[in-house]
């Protein structure tokens, strides 16, 4: 695979001087078209020590305008970092729209090192690379430019770089023993190399390998490629959203169409539609939904339900503490139809918590930071240290629920939003978090019942909005993206809990007894793993 | 001081449940309101453990929108905390404008602990009771309302109070060793508290002891006074912000003024000004400013620039691992001149560095999460970890010198702005951070030359935009500033370096070397401190 980057490929002097002003010109003329655009550029360098990555990136910042730049490089995690999975640090540091990110020793390091020193077998090295495969799978889906660059040399050029840089006492400092037990390690290294790009290289996310001998050779080769990539991502981006226009013009979406069809329907729009007018055609929806199975009856006695609320506030007051020592934490998902009470539930649980342990996070329109991101992005930040509670009220779901039914999402996003929510909570179970998602389920006639009801009363009234009475008019809509949902994202690790709540009582008494069981279960599987010694700092991977 | 508060003050249950729906449904409308109020609302909690602290802000909590309203608590410091400045901690959780933001355990926990506990004398407790002050005011100025409670109890009532949570299995949980331990120190904690309220009670942020043995009580007492003291605020905002127009219409300002003044001078609104002409008497500028002191003629040859630079990127590099190893944090501060040269000097210093240990910030117009906070908020958010460089491309001193030119901040603003800014640098200092300020000082001939070459260069061109020829024409006006800026902000333990920048050779070579002597004498400081060992993590404060 490397035999191609070790030619020893010079540029002369000269050649150098030539190309460099025009390019950087043309790159810093990019770079402003990039500010418009709808799409971070993430450029991630790997390689060789000594193949000159570092000196790739300062040259980078030195030729681009370092305000729409941004480098990172991952050492040690903190212990922020460690409290959370993995990919929260690079979530973290994404680039926003229009910008560059820079990421050196980031996600391919841990998968890469852990094999060459054999902590880990061929099949979790490629378990590793599929997480990364799924990371950037998402960021290219959002539109995200991802360039890759792997910057080669060979085992004597390594050596002899190595040793010229110890030879001068002012880049003495640059090679440290790692660099040569690394040295030592080669082969070892290039085959590990081998099997990352080989598993890593995607038509949206390509490695470049880049022979990283001659430094004029490889700055011209990696900017000009950062260039050209730019470029073009520009044009078809351009392309595409003249395309979306186009399309949109030959036929209106269902969600602005101004006549809407009656409920129980949906407007399709034709393939075949030519001209101005709405051309869509109407079909049924399926009424048969998860949700009609139910049983909405389901209610508890004022007396019993005051009992159950004490015994399950105080046992999960208890569980909560030992999780906290345990460094287990939970992430609460509320999501359910307008007036279902959501937040008489989420309230009914976080009573029976310690106010330093929890907090809520209310899910509204993203700010101008969160626009400028991966949808996701704006849930990794509020991701809370080891063994808090995080409560979502409204949550990463509103992809699949009222950006599909309100039409802020295109049909392609929130399709392909299923497999990303899926992999999201995947990485949380995995790293030991409890994960609990309610759908507060209430009947379409107790809504109504509600609503009234909160004009009737004058600190519950501002909780009514006009959009309330607007979702109502789209509820079949909203219940076919509901039991899509639940059928997508219903997971073994991430199971949804349908709560009946035409009785708040009821469903209040069904939210804390599930998270009450949810926390004990994952308490005594950390407990048992750990032969029920304590301590906890330790353990908070291992449930 | 608390003997007020031991008056067994109730409230019966009826009364309770005749006030709490009403308090509920003012609380509520209060905090629409405040939604779109240019202030946040900050509210801390202290006092006697078993005082119900938590259950009060549980109970703000429920009756209070959850969406509008963030709970902080603080508790063992994460490191991504010990690496940074006591205060980032609170800065980065400061609620936004429109919102409320409940604190326990925030920033009087370490001084009135530090106290209890005899770690420090009064005279260190009243420093750090200082720096509370100052923190609050500066957010008090900004317009935040603060709301400080006190809950306490008497000695023998938190004896009772302990007891009875033991009792009961359901609270029993509650209780641990620290509260009997602290109950044994509590005419300590007492004497330490009574000092505490004392020194930190003022005019913009007061506190209310509050009675907190009776649960009805003290719900009330806090929920009406978040309340009232919500409305008042309210109101006093706008009544100021209906005096602010009244008075721009009287006397239109300098920088909304069309017919500008010719160079030299400044337009100074009169007091008596009635009618709608411009009505202001020019006067003007003083001439002598701390930059016409410079000796602009200051150049080096090309030859020995070569040399200097290659020297000072030796040393600025091995000082920088040094510094990465002991934990000691660098942050630079670049301003000066359009086209003065500031970004080259930048990257001449970044060149020096691992690309893993320094991060630009170019500071550019605030994002609207920025917006919503105080102005020294975003350059908090990124102050590095420990042992990294930070490097600010125009910095916190915009508002002392484009705010204050541009009208963008008021006159009062940007006064009271070099106050806050050195106390934000000294925290800063305190913390070990080493500090250097360039201002990259050009002639305004110098600066035309610059511009007219830019025009020529491809890849330069669009380094200038109309804004810079607006700046220009500015220059006398910015130079007061400058010259302001440099005289009220130079404290002994940040100075100003002013770089005499018609020579870009010279200038780069004088902020390279710069911050090469302030970190080697840092890096000397520190080692001297350990007696010459290494191992950084913990001298990372001594410097």
């Known amino acids: 695979m490397f035999r191609t980057a070790e030619l020893g490929r010079t540029v002369s002097k000269d050649d150098f001087h030539e190309a460099a002003p025009l390019l950087r010109a043309e790159l810093l003329e990019i770079q402003q078209q990039l500010r418009d655009a709808p799409f971070p550029v993430i450029i991630v360098f790997g390689g060789v020590d000594g193949a000159g990555k570092s000196e790739t990136v300062n040259l980078l910042n030195e030729w681009l305008d370092p305000r729409w730049l941004s480098t990172r490089a991952y050492g040690k995690p903190s212990d922020e970092m460690e409290e959370r999975p993995e990919y929260w640090r690079y979530w973290r540091d994404l680039p926003p729209k229009g910008r560059i990110g820079i990421f050196l020793s980031c996600w391919y390091s841990r998968p890469l090192l852990d094999r060459v020193y054999e902590k880990t077998t061929d099949a979790e090295f490629d378990e590793a690379l599929d997480e990364v495969n799924t990371f950037e799978k998402e960021l290219a889906d959002d539109g995200a430019l991802i360039l890759k660059f792997w910057m080669h040399l060979g085992k004597k050029q390594q050596k002899e770089r190595l040793r010229s840089l110890e030879k001068d006492p002012l880049t003495r400092w640059r090679v440290t023993q790692v660099d040569w037990d690394h040295w030592h390690m080669y082969d070892k290294f290039i085959s590990a190399a081998e099997r990352n790009i080989m598993r890593t290289s995607s038509a949206h996310s390509q490695w470049q390998i880049v022979e990283g001998l001659d430094k004029r050779y490889r700055s011209l080769t990696v900017a000009t490629t950062i260039l050209e990539s730019i470029r073009k991502h520009l044009k078809r981006t351009k392309v595409q959203r003249r395309m979306i226009k186009a399309l949109e013009k030959r036929s209106p979406s269902a969600s602005s169409s101004a006549s809407e069809p009656g409920p129980g329907s949906v407007l399709v729009s034709a393939e075949t539609g030519g001209d101005d007018a709405p051309d869509g055609v109407v079909i049924p929806l399926s009424k048969v939904t998860i949700l009609n199975h139910l049983d909405m009856s389901l209610t508890i006695a004022t007396k019993d339900y005051r009992k159950e609320l004490e015994k399950y506030q105080g046992k999960l007051n208890q569980a909560q503490r030992r999780a906290r020592e345990l460094g287990i934490s939970t992430v609460l998902v509320f999501e359910g139809w307008d007036a279902a009470g959501k937040g008489g539930a989420i309230r009914r649980t976080t009573a029976a918590l310690d106010a330093r342990d929890y907090q809520v996070i209310p899910i509204a329109a993203p700010t101008d930071e969160e626009r400028a991101q991966h949808y996701l992005w704006r849930f990794w930040r509020h991701l809370s240290r080891a063994g808090r509670v995080t409560v979502f009220d409204r949550s990463w779901y509103g992809r699949v629920l009222v950006e599909r039914v309100e039409g802020f999402a295109s049909e392609a996003e929130w399709n392909r939003a299923y497999a990303e929510i899926n992999d999201f909570e995947d990485q949380l179970v995995r790293h030991g978090i409890v994960l609990c998602k309610f759908w507060v389920h209430i009947t379409k006639e107790e809504q109504l019942a509600r609503f009234k009801a909160r004009e009737g009363v ?86």
């Open 458 to 543: 004058v600190y519950k009234r501002w909780k009514l909005t006009d959009e309330d009475w607007r979702n109502r008019e789209r509820w079949d809509e909203y219940e076919l993206a509901v039991n899509d949902m639940v059928e997508r994202t219903s997971t073994s690790v991430a199971p949804w809990t349908l709560v009946e709540g035409n009785s708040k009582r009821y469903s209040r008494i069904k939210v804390i007894s599930t998270v009450c069981d949810s926390l004990t279960t994952a308490i005594q599987r950390v407990e048992k793993a750990a032969g029920k010694t304590s301590g906890g700092k330790n353990l908070k991977r291992t449930g």
